[in-house]
């Protein structure tokens, strides 16, 4: 069974910095693309923020381009998403999810695999 667990959420001053981890456990990391969601308080969940293909690419949406960062260690089956310059607009609690992309994945496969997230405040 996919496993994913968020950790690294806290209280940071707007312009500040933190670094998410996403742990995964049960799958085959490599055969993942991995993606950073995020919902903020009476709004949809927003995403996906960016994402780290299992070949190697890497997408971001332009609301986070410049300011985060997605980076993975297969290896460790870990994901990490660095947040420099955070502003109060970034508070929100922040999932990662994964979609299945190896060999033999279903094409209609999505970001279906969720983490419990982890909360991000950003005080003005």
């Known amino acids: 069974e996919v496993q994913l667990v968020e950790s690294g959420g806290g209280l940071v001053q707007a312009g500040g910095s933190l670094k998410l981890s996403c742990a995964g456990s049960g799958f085959v990391f490599h055969d993942y693309d991995i993606g950073w969601f995020r919902q903020a308080p009476g709004k949809e969940r927003e995403g996906p923020l960016c994402v780290s293909n299992s070949d190697g690419r890497t997408y971001y949406t332009d609301s986070v381009k410049g300011r985060f960062t997605i980076s993975r260690d297969n290896a460790k089956n870990m994901v990490y998403l660095q947040m420099n310059d955070l502003k109060p607009e970034d508070t929100a609690v922040y999932y990662c999810?994964?979609?299945?992309?190896?060999?033999?994945?279903?094409?209609?496969?999505?970001?279906?695999?969720w983490g419990q997230g982890t909360q991000v405040t950003v005080s003005s």
């Open positions: 999810a994964a979609e299945d992309v190896g060999d033999g994945a279903s094409i209609t496969s999505s970001f279906d695999s």
